[in-house]
């Protein structure tokens, strides 16, 4: 384990007030450090099963157009469709990202429009949020706010045509190296 990371593990040990030293054991079994490509740590699960996100579903009134939205305005392209009985789209990024677009049972759509974006958003990365966010909203997407974190990061909140908040992010730094 790196400097880094024990420095980090005794420090919560440390503010934890334990002294028979089960927490640093309990702690030392459970993470490990990595490094990433920048030269940050994080701490990485050791034990139990190792899971990756395989896709994300939204329920929507019409996944059809939900889903040419977002393959004509953001990118995205289908790489599965199941017509019947909720014409499910998947739709994939450039890289692994995949949402389930479905309409599956219509009386159970969520109400979009009424949440707060922060309560629930989808969010992609833009190297031009400005731009991006003149097209979108050109093309049916509704300006909501607007941010600049102190950390150089510029986030751009949207909604789409059907209501779903769409957050636009150029960070300063990425959030996985």
Same mark, same amino acid.
């Given at each position: 384990?790196?400097?880094?990371?024990?420095?980090?593990?005794?420090?919560?040990?440390?503010?934890?007030?334990?002294?028979?030293?089960?927490?640093?054991?309990?702690?030392?079994?459970?993470?490990?450090?990595?490094?990433?490509?920048?030269?940050?740590?994080?701490?990485?699960?050791?034990?139990?099963?190792?899971?990756?996100?395989?896709?994300?579903?939204?329920?929507?009134? /019409?996944?059809?157009?939900?889903? !040419?939205?977002?393959?004509?305005?953001?990118?995205?392209?289908?790489?599965?469709?199941?017509?019947?009985?909720?014409?499910?789209?998947?739709? !994939?990024?450039? /890289?692994?990202?995949?949402?389930?677009?479905?309409?599956?049972?219509?009386?159970?759509?969520?109400?979009?429009?009424?949440?707060?974006?922060?309560?629930?958003?989808? !969010?992609?990365?833009?190297? /031009?949020?400005?731009?991006?966010?003149?097209?979108?909203?050109?093309?049916? !997407?509704?300006?909501?706010?607007?941010?600049?974190?102190?950390?150089?990061?510029?986030?751009?909140?949207?909604? /789409?045509?059907?209501?779903?908040?769409?957050?636009?992010?150029?960070?300063?730094?990425?959030?996985?190296?």
């Amino acid at each position: 384990m790196s400097q880094s990371v024990t420095h980090i593990l005794s420090s919560l040990i440390e503010d934890s007030g334990e002294v028979d030293g089960g927490l640093e054991k309990n702690l030392q079994t459970c993470v490990e450090g990595r490094k990433s490509r920048n030269g940050s740590y994080y701490l990485q699960l050791m034990s139990g099963p190792t899971m990756k996100l395989e896709h994300i579903a939204f329920n929507v009134v /019409d996944p059809v157009a939900v889903a !040419a939205w977002y393959c004509q305005h953001c990118g995205l392209r289908v790489v599965r469709h199941i017509p019947q009985p909720s014409q499910t789209h998947f739709l !994939a990024d450039s /890289d692994s990202t995949v949402l389930e677009i479905y309409c599956n049972p219509p009386d159970q759509i969520p109400d979009y429009r009424s949440m707060n974006p922060l309560l629930f958003h989808l !969010a992609l990365a833009s190297s /031009d949020p400005v731009a991006d966010t003149k097209r979108l909203v050109s093309s049916g !997407a509704v300006f909501v706010n607007e941010i600049h974190l102190d950390d150089g990061s510029h986030l751009v909140m949207l909604r /789409d045509p059907w209501g779903v908040a769409l957050q636009l992010c150029k960070r300063s730094k990425r959030l996985l190296d």
